[in-house]
């Protein structure tokens, strides 16, 4: 029972986090930053505008999957980084309270 409150407490901190950090980000970049994948983007559209169908699919399907894994990778360390940083945190506790008691 414990372990899934551990796990719900560490999602919730997890979610919180990165919305706050994409709010963060977003604010940051600076207007070549901007301009830059502005540039990108409509290049990438006139590309894929001269695709079939099937050419213009294959690709959404590969970039969606690269989208997919690279997040999964993001979520997997960040929370392996939460999850750590709370058993370090458990664990001085018990230090600190194990030194209280001498």
Do not use: H, W
Not at 25 to 40: F, L, M, V
Not at 42 to 64: F, P, R, T, W
């Amino acid at each position: 029972m414990a372990q899934i409150l551990d796990e719900e407490f560490i999602e919730a901190v997890v979610m919180e986090r990165m919305e706050l950090c994409y709010s963060r980000c977003a604010g940051r970049k600076s207007p070549e930053r901007k301009s830059e994948y502005d540039k990108i983007e409509k290049a990438y559209q006139e590309a894929i505008s001269s695709l079939s169908e099937k050419d213009k699919n294959a690709i959404s399907k590969y970039v969606d999957s690269m989208f997919d894994n690279f997040s999964e990778e993001i979520d997997f360390f960040y929370r392996a980084g939460i999850r750590d940083g709370y058993n370090l945190y458990r664990k001085i506790m018990e230090i600190q309270g194990t030194e209280a008691e001498k």
